[in-house]
């Protein structure tokens, strides 16, 4: 036994391994966050407001704790994948982070965990709670200013009428786009201006996506993490 853990520490201590180490780590982190977010809450609300059997009842709470953690577990691999990709294809400093980085591997993990998934409750519970604290960071924004010179383009109205094949595509693609959007912005303010996110999300973003840069065992990378 203590071979084997003498090389799984030698494992996971390589510094050459840590991008990939940290996927891993990232995952593992949004998995035990999802659960220890939703079991508590699951149970409240099915055992108070859902009519059924003490079974039927047990199976939705761990239903539900199952899909909160397997989604940001999956979200969080997706987005740590991203950016090790997009560091590595950087075109002007390879290996470095470029300033849109966040944005675009929110994006795309938004998009592929539920932007494309079924609009289920758990689902719409995640991303609407993402973008109410993308638009509190945005209204602070609007009277502290960033550190960073940024501009935004202001939108103008469209007053056009919609035609019946454009009000379709609209409400086919409404949910995808809307899901991808909160999770690219609140990806990007994390990295850039953490401070304007609310504290609690702030405080499990840097559990999910901060902490699983860092470990010097394997207890803290897999079954403990600080």
Do not use: C
Not at 26 to 36: I, L, P
Not at 137 to 160: D, F, G, H, Y
Not at 190 to 211: A, C, D, H, T
């Amino acid at each position: 036994m203590d071979v084997l853990r003498d090389t799984a520490e030698s494992i996971i201590l390589n510094p050459d391994l840590a991008p990939l180490l940290a996927i891993i780590k990232a995952a593992r982190n949004g998995a035990v966050y999802g659960a220890k977010v939703r079991f508590p809450h699951a149970l409240v609300m099915v055992f108070l407001f859902r009519s059924g059997s003490i079974r039927e009842k047990v199976r939705l709470v761990f239903k539900a704790t199952k899909q909160h953690a397997k989604n940001l577990a999956t979200f969080a691999a997706v987005y740590k994948s991203a950016m090790l990709v997009l560091r590595l294809l950087n075109p002007t400093n390879p290996g470095k982070e470029g300033p849109y980085d966040t944005f675009f591997a929110g994006l795309l993990g938004g998009y592929t965990v539920f932007g494309r998934a079924k609009q289920g409750s758990v689902n719409q519970q995640i991303v609407i709670y993402v973008f109410a604290r993308v638009i509190l960071a945005l209204a602070r924004l609007s009277i502290e200013p960033p550190t960073m010179t940024s501009t935004t383009p202001t939108p103008t109205l469209w007053t056009q009428r919609l035609s019946p094949e454009t009000k379709a595509m609209v409400q086919r693609n409404a949910w995808p786009v809307f899901a991808s959007f909160s999770w690219a912005f609140v990806m990007y303010i994390f990295r850039w201006q953490p401070e304007s996110i609310q504290p609690s999300l702030r405080s499990s973003m840097k559990y999910i996506y901060v902490n699983s840069d860092y470990w010097d065992s394997f207890k803290n990378f897999l079954i403990h993490n600080t």
